[in-house]
């Protein structure tokens, strides 16, 4: 059974940090690309951030760049969101996804993942 399971997330005051990951059983986690999206209420889902499985290249969305550090450890199979200086803005359901060769331009589309996780609540208070 493939299993995407988040954890990290919480409530943290604006300027905080919070370390997401995402633990992936099931099929073969080398292989895939893994995205991380999010979905404030009311408000369409957000890729945030994608690291890729060949070559671990990265992808930040601009609303997080330079604030955001995305890793993954294959012995583990297991990603890491690492999100520092917090904004309010940054609250929301935050999702991962694993998805096979996705092109760069492609990684904050969610229809092209194909295993997705439960999400994890991040709440950041001003």
């Known amino acids: 059974e493939v299993q995407l399971v988040e954890s990290g997330g919480g409530l943290v005051q604006a300027g905080g940090s919070l370390r997401l990951s995402c633990a992936a059983s099931?099929?073969?986690?080398?292989?895939?690309?893994i995205g991380w999206f999010r979905q404030a209420p009311g408000k369409e889902r957000e890729g945030v951030s994608c690291?890729?499985?060949?070559?671990?290249?990265?992808y930040f969305a601009d609303s997080v760049k330079g604030r955001c550090t995305i890793s993954r450890d294959n012995a583990k199979s297991t990603v890491y969101l690492q999100m520092n200086s917090l904004k309010p803005e940054d609250t929301a359901d935050y999702y991962c996804?694993?998805?096979?060769?996705?092109?760069?331009?492609?990684?904050?589309?969610?229809?092209?993942?194909?295993?997705w996780g439960q999400g994890t609540q991040v709440t950041v208070s001003s």
């Open positions: 996804a694993a998805g096979l060769g996705i092109p760069p331009d492609l990684a904050t589309t969610p229809g092209v993942y194909d295993y």
């Open positions: 099931g099929f073969t986690f080398d292989d895939y690309d």
């Open positions: 690291i890729s499985s060949s070559d671990g290249s990265t």
